[in-house]
């Protein structure tokens, strides 16, 4: 079945970074682009980026020049690099495959996230 494990986040102050890691099982990883997505308490989840398979990436514009996103296909694992990170970067970052999620809506398979906070 498919599983994700995101790791990396924690504490850090504005303008710090953090790199983030998604590992990834249970299906093709290589073929599947893949997206990270962050989740503000009380806000609805939002998507931050994407990976294609040629390792092309897209942002949304709040993170472009400040955030990359590269994948390991080997390891089946993307990463999300976050510099100069702000207090509205706060939330709890997934990754997924954004085929998975259009697919399968609700019963789409997420992983338990990893907690970002930008605070000083």
């Known amino acids: 079945q498919v599983q994700l494990v995101e790791s990396g986040g924690g504490l850090v102050q504005p303008g710090g970074s953090l790199n983030l890691s998604c590992v990834t099982s249970?299906?093709?990883?290589?073929?599947?682009?893949m997206s990270w997505y962050r989740q503000a308490p009380g806000k609805a989840r939002e998507w931050v980026g994407i990976i294609f398979t040629s390792h092309g990436t897209s942002y949304r514009d709040s993170v472009k020049g400040r955030f990359t996103i590269s994948r390991d296909d080997a390891k089946n694992t993307i990463y999300l690099q976050m510099n100069n990170l702000k207090s509205e970067d706060t939330a709890k970052y997934y990754c997924n495959s954004p085929a998975k999620v259009t697919q399968l809506g609700e019963r789409a398979v997420w992983g338990q996230g990893t907690q970002v906070t930008v605070s000083s």
């Open positions: 249970g299906f093709d990883f290589s073929r599947s682009h």
